[in-house]
């Protein structure tokens, strides 16, 4: 019946307008058919009901920019409502198919898929489906929304629309990333967002490195113990002395703090366990009984942070009654953007060992990966001790697969780009620590149309180049217009199949690295 319908609508509509359907979004919804389907670069849901009886309240409620009836069998009557992919609309999917709407991660191993242009879902969902390992399409930090004037709405909406689009079932999770302040956790709660990654690192003292023993008692006595929620001795007692000990490998490992390395810890982490608290406590207003995800992340400050670190804020973190589902750790060696981790990677499988030790003896929380893309290196390390426990996430690798589709499709197009992004890369970079070398980038008006792929996304200064001035790209105007977003989108859309099976490939890569057996 259901073929019939679609394959009568075509008939009827579809043949004058040159229609695409996505057949694989066919879905029943009490006695109508949902289905999407794309009018030149415009994706529209289609919804099928019966025009001989009253039609359901639930359905009424759709915009429809076109309603309609055809016959089937020469003789039945269907009625048929186009409606635009909008924000009203997205909100109503989620209401009718509940697998549209984001879930908990919880503990399960998990990939976080960020999708900067809002085109790359299906590449993800092509990428994922067979694995099993708990997938988080939407996850955006404040700073990537802010860059590329999304809100956290679109986020979430793009992929409501992508996960109906390929009919995918299999749930997934939606990732405020790096969340500073209240109002931000407002906004992404409103939305729908369930997981809440919360980056208390204004607050981390990152003098305290380098400060001597009598500074760092002088800051210890300043710290705000009222808040803190306990006396100073207590906490003196509750650490100083007492041995932790781990098993790492079969073998016994103690750790111990010094008055020195305690109060470092103290000074360098408890402002930021105090801000992570407040923003806890302000989850849980919002939320009431309902469940979320908390991640604490504290990737993003200046130095590593040591095994006695770790320890000390999952403990801090306990004793203020706060669980979360992952951490984010500044590990050794460096996560530059666009490119394989630089550093060594025997020191870092040895500390990398030992934080899993921790997290595996004190809590029940996974470790988060951040700037986790195309870290290939690390990733047999990774699924070697950690594979049940990691949350990797990924962002802008897929920002620049789909640029990979632009230099195949638009070669100019693709040059215009690269000369944009050599013209603002000094002011973006500022928020990222970054080694590119701007000089060993040829000028893009040498490399020949069928070398530009190879030249500037197979080599890592083009590379970063092109990864952080997305945002500069994505939101570039020239009288009042778009100067790139359109254009790369109609590549992108008119090439859709090469750009989701260009995206699946890369991201699929990273997983077979990761967890190799984890197929289900
Ligand atoms: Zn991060």
């Not at 006695?31 to 009253?54: G, T, W």
């Not at 109060?263 to 309902?290: C, P």
């Not at 962002?395 to 000369?419: C, H, Q």
Request: charged share 30%; glycine share 6%.
């Amino acid at each position: 019946m259901k073929t019939a319908i679609i394959d009568d609508f075509l008939r009827f509509y579809g043949e004058k307008r040159g229609l695409k359907i996505y057949k694989s979004s066919t879905a029943k919804f009490r006695n109508s058919i949902f289905l999407l389907i794309r009018e030149n670069l415009e994706r529209k849901l289609v919804i099928f009901h019966s025009a001989s009886k009253a039609i359901d309240d639930m359905i009424n409620r759709f915009q429809a920019s076109e309603t309609g009836e055809f016959l089937i069998d020469g003789k039945t009557r269907i009625g048929y409502k186009i409606c635009p992919c909008n924000p009203h609309n997205a909100v109503l999917m989620r209401e009718v198919f509940t697998f549209t709407r984001p879930k908990l991660v919880g503990l399960a191993p998990a990939i976080g898929t960020g999708d900067r242009i809002g085109l790359a879902t299906p590449g993800h969902i092509r990428a994922l489906k067979s694995f099993c390992i708990f997938p988080v399409f939407a996850q955006q930090s404040v700073r990537e929304m802010d860059r590329t004037s999304r809100k956290p709405e679109e986020v979430l909406d793009d992929v409501t629309w992508a996960v109906f689009q390929e009919g995918y079932r299999g749930g997934f999770g939606a990732d405020a990333d790096h969340v500073k302040i209240l109002s931000d956790l407002d906004a992404a709660a409103k939305a729908g967002f369930k997981m809440y990654t919360i980056d208390p690192s204004d607050y981390v003292n990152n003098r305290a490195d380098t400060y001597n023993l009598s500074v760092l008692r002088l800051e210890f006595e300043k710290l705000p113990w009222k808040e803190m929620g306990c006396e100073k001795e207590a906490f003196l007692k509750a650490y100083l002395g007492k041995e932790f000990c781990i098993t790492v490998s079969g073998e016994e490992k103690t750790f111990k703090f010094s008055e020195e390395s305690l109060l470092r810890a103290a000074v360098k982490y408890s402002a930021a366990i105090l801000h992570m608290a407040r923003m806890h406590r302000h989850l849980k207003k919002i939320f009431g009984r309902r469940k979320f995800d908390v991640e604490l992340s504290i990737d993003e400050t200046e130095t590593q942070t040591s095994h006695l670190e770790h320890y000390f804020i999952i403990s801090e973190l306990k004793r203020l009654g706060i669980r979360i589902t992952s951490l984010a750790l500044r590990f050794v060696g460096r996560f530059e953007k666009a490119i394989d981790y630089i550093g060594d990677l025997k020191e870092f499988e040895e500390s990398f060992k030992l934080h899993v030790s921790i997290a595996r003896a004190y809590g029940l929380y996974k470790l988060s990966i951040h700037s986790g893309s195309d870290k290939f290196a690390i990733y047999p390390i990774l699924g070697k001790y950690a594979s049940d426990i990691v949350h990797l996430k990924t962002a802008g690798t897929s920002y620049l697969e789909a640029l990979r589709v632009v230099a195949r499709n638009d070669p100019s197009l693709f040059r215009e780009i690269v000369d944009y992004s050599l013209k603002v890369f000094d002011r973006d970079r500022k928020s990222y620590h970054m080694s590119t070398d701007l000089s060993s980038i040829p000028e893009s008006s040498r490399v020949p149309d069928e070398d530009l792929e190879k030249v500037f996304l197979g080599e890592n200064n083009a590379r970063q180049l092109l990864h952080i001035t997305y945002g500069s790209i994505l939101t570039a105007k020239n009288d009042g217009e778009w100067l790139f977003r359109d254009r790369i989108m109609k590549v992108l859309i008119e090439n859709e199949e090469e750009h989701y099976e260009t995206v699946a490939r890369h991201i699929k890569r990273h997983v077979e690295m990761l967890w190799d057996q984890t197929k289900c």
